[in-house]
C-alpha cells in the first residue's frame, strides 16, 4: 500500500495542529510523545508507517503491520482542564472514530471504553491508549485500514478483527488520516472547551449513541483480575460503565469488556 502523503496531511490539517510528522518505523508513537511531552508543543502529532511494539490497553501489544493501518498519536497540554479528565480522551476519541468510519462508509459502533467495532460482526477496527505525560497527555489511535493478514491475533474475549477495507471503506490512507485527525481536532475542541465535560460538551451524548455496549449482557474483566456479569445500563458522566449485577447498580472506570452473546 501507499505511504502516507505528508504534505497532502500538513497541508490539510494547518492551523488544527502545531506539527505532524510521519516515520517509517518505531517502536510506539505513545511512548514517543510521551518521552519529549515537557518540549513538544500543543497538539503535536506524531503517525508511523509500523510500529514494532505498539500497545494498547493494559500493557497487550498491537499489531501494526507495514503500511496497513493508521499508528498515531497526539500531544495535548489541555490548560484548564482537570488531570481527573484526561482520561475521558479515549472516549473523545471514540466519537472521532465513529465519525472517520461514517466518512469511509463503513457501519460501525463503540463498545466501552475504546474499541471501534465494525461490520455485520461487529470486529475490532481500531483501539484507544490515553496516557498521562508529562506534562500533558498522549492519545493513540491504531486504526486497521488495508486488509489485514491472517494471523492477527483475537482479541479479548475472542473479539475478531477486521479492517475499513474488509468491511467494504476506503482504503486510502491519507484521506482516512485527515478525516480522523479534523474530526479528533473538532471533539477534542469542544471537550476542551468544556473543561473536559463529557456531557456539557456534548459528546456524551454522542457516544452513548453509538455505543453498543449499552443493553448488552456483558462480562467485564477487571483490573484486578476479577469478573462481573451483568446488564450493562448507562454511561455516566464521568465516562464509567453502570452495570447492573443481579439487582445492584455497580460503575466501573476501567475494565475489558466482552459482549456475551445469548446461550453463551
Sequence with gaps: MAALDVEALRSALVGSYAAVDVVDSTGSTNADLVAVAGNAADHTVLIAEEQTAGRGRRARGWVSPPSSGLYLSVLLHPDGVPVA????LAMVAGVALIRTARHAGVAAALKWPNDLLAGADMAKCAGVLAEVASPGVVVGIGL??????????????????????????????????????RAFAEAERSWRG???????????????????????RVRVELPDGAN?????????????????????????????????????
Design 194 to 216: 468544556a473543561q473536559g465535560d463529557l456531557a456539557t460538551s456534548g459528546l456524551l451524548a454522542e457516544y452513548r449513541s453509538s455505543c453498543a455496549t449499552l443493553g448488552q
Design 85 to 88: 479528565r484526561y482520561g475521558s
Design 144 to 181: 486497521n485500514v488495508a486488509p489485514l493478514p491472517p494471523d492477527v491475533p483475537l482479541g479479548p474475549g475472542g473479539l475478531a478483527p477486521t479492517s475499513l477495507a474488509q468491511e467494504g471503506g476506503s482504503s486510502d490512507r491519507t484521506e482516512i488520516a485527515i478525516a480522523l485527525l
Design 228 to 264: 462481573l456479569q451483568g446488564l450493562a445500563t448507562d454511561i455516566d458522566g464521568e465516562g464509567r460503565l453502570v452495570v447492573d449485577v443481579a439487582g445492584t447498580a455497580r460503575t466501573l472506570s476501567a475494565g475489558d469488556v466482552v459482549h456475551v452473546r445469548p446461550g453463551s
